[in-house]
């Protein structure tokens, strides 16, 4: 039997459920904290939601509401589709507690949820909210995905994240000692950061324990800060086959348990100003997977 290529989402999903799922992402009128200035405003210079909120996530809609629509959008597909309610957008922790329970617990009484992904910031997480969180993972399919973007403080300053990589450890330690699934999210080619510096932090980011990885390429979007600075003085983002090159080193320095569930972020056109690449996830992915397999 072939060894995998490497132990990608799709396949590690279906191990877990008897069924097909899908994510349906909701928007639950959160912010996060560098936006409203608790710890900074303005929020991450690369950072505008819109680049992945669908269309039917919308934030004046109840969170039942949102996944109702999800499911109709699904559903024309694959019918007898189970699904994952994905709060995806902003932090998704960055509320009172009660607050939290009551958007999770209603997303969890729509027929044919199953379980919760809940993305949010490292320094979101509080030793009461993992109390309940422990307790949720008891009952339903729960991951929690953190937004680390990258081991290097600098970069984390320079781009105006607002906490440091060692919380992002901390938090992502903590979570997983409550037997709840981690997710981490890091970006390659942030500003400041080449190939040799994303190379280097492939292990450090590799070493924590983190069940899933998605990794995504830098992007600029209009309007953000970065957009501006780039616009001013344009910098160096990846091509096509550098990216190749620089995901096809990043996966050989992890571990191989780790699950990778994506290795690119696909923007709207009308929103993206670079890198301007012209394909589709599973396009890149299958790039990715052939230059793998030439490498056996």
Known sequence: MTEPLYND????????????????????????PNRDGRIGVGGCVYCDNRTFNPSYCAHHQSITEQLEEGKRFFARKYPEMKYLAYFQAYTNTYAPIDQLRTLYEEALQVEDVVGLVIATRPDCMSDELLDYLEE????????????????????????????????????????????????????????????????????????????????????????????????????????????????????SLLRKDLVLERFVSQSPADLLIAPKWGL?????????RKRLMEMR
């Open 9 to 32: 989402f799709g396949t590690w999903i279906r191990k877990q459920f008897p069924y097909r799922v899908q994510k349906i992402s909701v928007n639950a009128g959160f912010s996060c």
């Open 136 to 251: 949720l993972n008891k009952r339903t399919f729960l991951i929690v995905e953190y937004g680390i973007e990258s081991a290097n403080d600098e970069t984390l300053l320079r781009i105006n994240r607002g906490h440091t990589f060692e919380c992002s450890r901390q938090a992502v330690i903590k979570t997983h000692e409550r037997g709840i699934l981690v997710g981490g999210h890091v970006i390659l080619g942030l500003p400041g950061e080449d190939s040799q510096e994303c190379l280097r932090q492939a292990p450090i980011i590799s070493s924590l324990p983190l069940d899933i990885l998605k990794i995504h390429q830098m992007q600029i979007i209009r309007d953000t800060p970065l957009a501006k600075e780039y616009l001013r003085e344009p910098f160096h983002v990846f091509s096509v086959e550098e990216y190749v090159d620089l995901v096809v080193r990043y996966i």
């Open 280 to 288: 589709k996830n599973h396009e890149f992915t299958a790039l990715v």
